[in-house]
């Protein structure tokens, strides 16, 4: 940690305009996790203040954030997940075939066991639980707007789809939300664990997607049939998926400086993968597929949005 | 410009009586960075962590990120061999659909492969390990149950490499690429699984009680993927 670093950092919280009444809490959350004085509490101070400064972003989580925020993905998936499964009262079960069933079956269950594992771990900290929301997959919070989904209560088709993009979007802000944990080798791993396992799960829905006729691979492709932008929240949830362009920055052992260099796929790298040779056209739509894009947290929240109230 | 002159003469005469003694030091401290560099090229003897390929034939990953960056290269190159292969031979009893996924998984590796292979060239000239020359025998690649079989070890393989060799990365840059490559493994791997058998694309086998998928140590990695290679990987230094 260099101190050039923190005072870029502590300049970027000065010149932006964060709304004091969010951060109040955060602050609080913190001060409860001092007082629990667990072993969660050294790393915990000091990731806040060990990650590279990012120019021009505000994005500034704690571990505690982060686990909040994978919580809630967890407990909305297991909500959706059970419903569809008629586990919940007043919710009957879809009509599912008996192999779907079991698939869905599976996913539910390890989204209700790392709910568990998150909240354990929150509350471990000595910080204490989010409420848990009231959820209305229809997307009309309760009736009080027009619904995105109405028939999801009865129509598998539409309650898979919701599925997919729920899962897809998770995959992609994992990616972005490990950063902020990697002062903490056990988070940084459980994180990544918990998103491969995310993963396994977006892939068998689209899966059973396509096994139903749609035009969806088992990965998120360019050639998938476009997923219907009901709300500017669901569109972001494949915006920027398709890149063409994978950059890295070339950076030093400490992680600092370094330009982003795009990796020239289409013309120079011998992708020697179909006879005759892929047009560099479709060499990049192959490599749109070959990498996952992360997508910072609130692309997720503002769909768990949608369907809580 | 005389007086300046007669300055610069008078001072290296004034500093004459000191200089023999600097110089005695600068001799010890010769002396030392000698004894250094005597026992650097000793260390360098004994172990090699400073060759890519030992004389015999081990290839030494190396250490920190680029140990990482190579480790991960290493894998890509054993996935980009394997679908090559399924794809230039397929299995008979592959469906169209399936022989049409296959040469789309086999592509995704393959850039997966270059791009390690343009990161660790650009970042750490020099240091990339050798293209490595894949054992296949025991792989049936006229059968699609064989096939099948080991693309799931490997794709479940590269999973658990990842993520247990995201911990060890340095560079948040290489952290976020690594999450955006083991995501589609994952999605491959689920894939394959329930190509095998439905609906066993999370199973227990791989998912543990707090529903978090495998994370496997580099080491513990490369014995598992050793007998596909022919070159011996050391693994021993990876993100150290």
Redesign the interface.
């Known amino acids: 940690m260099d101190f050039l670093n923190l005072l870029a950092r502590l300049a970027d919280l000065d010149s932006t305009t964060a709304a004091p009444q969010l951060a109040a809490p955060r602050r609080a959350a913190l001060g409860r996790l001092g007082q629990a004085g667990t072993a969660l509490l050294p790393g915990l101070l000091l990731s806040a203040l060990s ?2 400064a990012t120019a021009g972003t505000l994005d500034t989580r704690t571990r505690l954030d982060v686990l909040v925020l994978v919580r809630q993905l ?1 407990a909305l998936g297991n909500e959706l997940h059970s419903r569809a499964l008629g586990l919940v009262a007043g919710y009957p079960a879809l009509p599912l075939t008996a ?1 779907e069933k ?2 869905i079956q ?2 539910q ?6 709910v ?2 998150f909240s354990q771990l929150i509350t471990d900290g000595g910080a204490t639980l989010p409420t848990t929301p009231r959820y209305d997959f229809t997307g009309s919070k309760n009736s009080a707007q027009t619904a995105l989904y109405p028939d999801i209560q009865t129509n598998p088709a539409t309650y898979l789809l919701v599925a997919q993009v729920v899962k897809d979007v998770a ?1 992609r802000v ?3 939300q ?2 902020f944990v ?1 002062a903490d ?1 056990y988070l ?3 994180l ?13 829905l ?2 059973l997607r396509r096994q139903r006729g749609v035009a969806v ?3 998120v492709s360019p050639d998938d049939a476009p997923v219907p932008a009901t709300s500017p929240a669901i569109a972001k949830v494949y915006e920027g998926e398709s890149g063409f362009i ?1 950059t ?4 030093d ?3 600092q400086g ?1 330009a982003l ?1 795009s ?3 289409d013309s120079t ?6 006879t005759p040779p ?1 047009s560099a056209e479709a ?1 990049l739509r ?2 749109a ?6 997508a910072d947290a609130i692309v997720a929240t503002n769909v768990a949005a949608l369907f809580t109230y | 410009m005389s007086n300046i002159k007669q300055n610069a003469s008078e001072e290296a005469e004034f500093a004459k009586p000191l200089y023999t003694p600097i110089k005695r030091r600068s001799f010890f401290m010769y002396a030392g960075a000698t004894a250094g560099a005597t026992a650097l090229l000793l260390s360098g003897c004994d172990d090699d962590d400073n060759e890519i390929v030992t004389p015999n034939g081990t290839v030494n990953l190396g250490s ?2 680029v140990g990482v960056l190579n480790y991960a290269y290493a894998l890509e190159q054993l996935e980009a061999a394997f679908y ?1 292969q399924v ?1 230039a031979t397929p299995a008979a009893d592959f469906s169209t659909l399936e022989k049409d996924y296959f ?2 998984v ?3 590796e ?3 492969r ?2 390690f ?3 660790i060239n ?2 750490a000239p020099g240091q990339i390990i050798p293209g490595l020359t894949p054992i296949f025998t025991s792989i049936d690649f006229t059968k699609r149950a064989s096939v099948l079989a080991t693309a799931k070890t490997f794709e479940d393989l590269g ?1 658990a490499a ?3 060799a ?2 060890y990365l ?8 690594a ?13 394959v699984r ?1 190509l095998i058998s ?2 066993s ?3 227990d086998s791989i ?1 543990d ?7 496997m140590e580099p080491v513990d990695v490369v014995t598992a993927a050793q007998s596909f290679i022919k070159e011996k990987l050391d693994a021993s230094r990876v993100g150290k």
């Not at chain 1, 998103?195 to 068998?204: G, V």
């Not at chain 2, 340095?170 to 690429?177: E, F, Q, R, S």
Request: aromatic share 8%.
């Open positions: 990650q590279p967890a192999t079991a698939g599976v996913i269950q390890q989204e209700a066991q790392r568990t594992l995959v994992y990616k972005s490990v950063d990697r080798a940084t791993e459980t990544l664990r918990s998103h491969s396992a995310e993963a396994r799960h977006a892939s068998h689209r899966t691979k088992s990965w994978q890295y920055n070339a950076s052992a400490s992680g370094g260099v990796v020239p796929f790298l011998p992708i020697n993968v179909a892929l060499i192959k490599v597929e070959a990498f996952d894009e992360p | 920190g990120d090559a794809k040469s789309q086999a592509a995704h393959a850039i997966h270059d791009f292979k343009a990161a650009r970042d999973v990842y993520n247990g995201g911990k340095k560079t948040p840059a290489y952290l976020v690429i999450g955006q490559i083991v995501s589609v493994e994952a999605r491959h791997a689920a894939y329930d439905p609906g694309f999370a199973d998912i009680a707090n529903g978090l998928d495998k994370a």
